[in-house]
């Protein structure tokens, strides 16, 4: 961590410009890659395996919005912009989230006949969600006081999600033959990404510095650690060091999968952004 | 006449939290929010009253209704002209913050309480909240709202919700 001392509000942080722009960089990270992951889980509604599933994955995935919320609201208060303009008004390239999230969950579109990969939702929500507890265990410590106090509210909920995907997980992992090899083209295909989860963007050395997060080789080395012991556990092989895209997320490069998202979730917000909901 | 200011402010923050009483979380109805351990803090300064409220789950789609619950509510108050209800997380909500009193009315509700002073690493063990039974297996830890879970009594053959610890 930086030698920077602790930042109590919002008022203090403002004082200083480098130190905003760090912090608002790491929050569009953090809320980007929140915000983008749970509205793929809401393109799961009325398709998860069961009635149950499909009632908890909604449930996940509404959680997890909130915990976007929570990050764009913090952007609102340091003068950024209005939290709901945040999340359905920028352009693809102001986005900051890993190309992991934006993927899409499979063949076909959710109102066009879907053929979704539930095997790629499982491995990707319990990867990326191993790497959330890491990260909000190191924002425990953050220099920006607030982002502590969301962080340990978040991880009293995130818990629970991780349970559901360990149970998914261990569940598939020791199944039949077609549920273990299609869990491990998953994992394939969610590794080649998997590497930029913990990748801090253009201003990484400062976000580092003033001690907003740990630096990315911390959060990577203990997140890697956290998920082979996770992976053993269940009988996976493990993959070993995970590849990064070709597009850099956090630079604001992205997929043309991003770009339909983001018109597909912001197409009412847009008819009437001044409008009371 | 300052010190009459206070004494004022005193009783109308009082009546405040008599009316909260009246506020329920429209997902579980049988208990207040005051029960719930949600109101942190109620101020009232120049007739505005200022409420914060310690969310339970973040994602929790009921907290805009019951922040615009609060709000009618006491504004019904004489002496208060505007309620300003905000989320905090300092402290952080837990589930031993649920009053000792409420746990019955959940239970009645047909929702097993959360265990009292869980710690990392616990185990948890739910009893069925018709019969008391131990036998009992979590079917989905999501439930129909992010705080609670879904579970079977194997005694008693019921389905029945519980809400999770939150430590």
New interface residues.
């Given amino acids: 961590m930086g030698d920077f001392s602790r930042v109590e509000t919002v008022e203090a942080a403002k004082q200083n410009h480098e130190y905003t722009q760090a912090l608002t960089d790491l929050l569009f990270q953090l809320a980007d890659d929140d915000f983008i992951l749970a509205y793929r889980g809401s393109e799961w509604l009325g398709l998860a395996p069961h009635i149950?599933?499909d009632?908890?994955?909604s449930?996940?995935s509404?959680?997890?919005?909130?915990?976007a919320?929570?990050f764009y609201e913090m952007l609102e208060q340091l003068g950024v912009g209005k939290a709901d303009d945040l999340a359905q008004l920028r352009a693809a390239d102001a986005f900051r989230n890993a190309i992991l999230v934006e993927r899409k969950n499979g063949e076909g579109d959710y109102n066009n006949d879907p053929h979704y990969d539930w095997a790629y939702a499982i491995v990707r929500s319990y990867v990326y969600g191993l790497h959330k507890q890491v990260r909000l265990e190191a924002l425990l410590q953050s220099s920006y006081v607030p982002l502590t106090?969301?962080s340990?509210?978040?991880l009293?909920?995130h818990r629970?999600h991780l349970?559901?995907w360990q149970?998914w997980l261990k569940q598939l992992a020791n199944s039949t033959p077609e549920a273990r090899q299609r869990l491990e083209a998953a994992i394939e295909k969610v590794w080649k990404d998997a590497g930029e989860l913990s990748q801090l963007g253009p201003n990484a050395d400062s976000i580092a510095r003033y001690g907003l997060i740990a630096a990315e080789d911390e959060l990577k080395q203990k997140w890697l650690t956290l998920a082979q012991e996770n992976f053993e556990k269940v009988g996976l092989v493990w993959p070993g060091e995970p590849g990064v895209p070709a597009e850099r997320g956090r630079h604001g490069q992205h997929t043309a999968e991003l770009v339909q998202a983001l018109a597909t979730l912001s197409e009412v917000y847009r008819i009437d952004p001044a409008a009371s909901w | 006449m300052a010190q009459e200011g206070m004494h004022v402010h005193d009783g109308l923050e009082a009546t405040c939290w008599e009316l909260l009483q009246q506020v329920t979380d429209p997902e579980i109805p049988v208990i207040s929010m005051v029960e719930m351990g949600m109101i942190h803090q109620v101020r009232v300064e120049d007739g505005v009253a200022h409420v914060d409220v310690l969310p339970t789950f973040v994602g929790c789609p009921a907290l805009e209704i019951m922040k615009k619950n609060i709000a009618e509510k006491l504004t019904e108050v004489e002496g208060i002209s505007k309620v300003e209800v905000q989320f905090v997380y300092d402290p952080a909500w837990t589930s031993d913050r649920i009053a000792p009193e409420a746990r019955g009315k959940l239970k009645s509700f047909g929702i097993a309480p959360p265990p009292i002073d869980f710690k990392p690493g616990d185990i948890w063990e739910v009893a069925c909240p018709y019969c008391d039974s131990p036998y009992t297996q979590i079917d989905n830890l999501f439930g129909p709202a992010a705080c609670r879970s879904i579970l079977y009594c194997r005694h008693c053959k019921n389905p029945f919700e519980a809400l999770k610890p939150i430590y």
């Fill in positions: 149950e599933e009632v908890a994955f449930s996940m509404q959680d997890m919005m909130g915990h919320v929570m106090l969301v340990r509210k978040m009293t909920e629970y349970m559901h149970v």
